[in-house]
């Protein structure tokens, strides 16, 4: 395999997708979609988020210093994409059909059709040009009960919930076909 270099990029590493959840300053619930998230260890696991750009949900995070990261699936996704490409500081974006639950440990919403979801208490923050990273607690993990089954095989249990990856603006199924561009699954939502 010869290789080349290439101007910096990310483009062809497939991010795992999140949605994180807020609370607005009036309690109720706000979501946002982000793939830049993985863990670190610091005498225990945590969870590391990344977030550029100015943002309801990073001004939410910043005050409150919690919220959740909901991993997305196939079902998932067009709700995923719609809050990720609609401004969360448009005041009807939450006028949308979505169940939520609460958190089980932080005052955080948590989407009730997520295989897995982490509550989150920010312990540091570092502020970048243009955007923040986020060094998390992880203060309680939610998960479909399914995904306990220690009789089923790991790659059963990826069959069950079918996690959706992101790769240059274009969403891909758990079996690497394709699921839409940044923007298109949405449109399901818009519909209903």
């Not at 990029?9 to 993985?38: A, I, M």
């Not at 948590?110 to 897995?116: A, F, G, N, Q």
Request: net charge negative; glycine share 10%.
């Amino acid at each position: 395999m010869m290789k080349t270099s290439i101007p910096i990029s990310n483009h062809f590493c497939p991010q795992t997708l999140f949605v994180y959840g807020t609370r607005k300053e009036d309690g109720s619930p706000n979501f946002g979609l982000f793939c830049w998230f993985s863990y670190y260890f610091d005498g225990e696991m945590g969870a590391m988020a990344s977030i550029g750009g100015d943002k309801l949900t990073r001004d939410r995070i910043k005050a409150t210093r919690i919220f959740s990261a909901n991993l997305v699936t196939e079902e998932l996704l067009p709700l995923a994409d719609y809050f990720g490409n609609t401004g969360g500081y448009a005041g009807d974006k939450m006028d949308v059909s979505v169940e939520i639950e609460q958190g089980r440990v932080l005052d955080v919403p948590i989407l009730v059709k997520s295989p897995w979801a982490f509550e989150l208490e920010v312990d540091r923050s570092m502020e970048l040009d243009g955007g923040e990273v986020f060094l998390c607690k992880i203060r309680n993990t939610l998960v479909d009960e399914r995904l306990r089954d220690e009789a089923l095989t790991e790659e059963q249990r990826m069959n069950l919930i079918r996690p959706v990856h992101s790769v240059r603006q274009t969403y891909f199924k758990w079996d690497g076909t394709l699921a839409g561009p940044w923007g298109g699954p949405m449109k399901a939502v818009r519909e209903k």
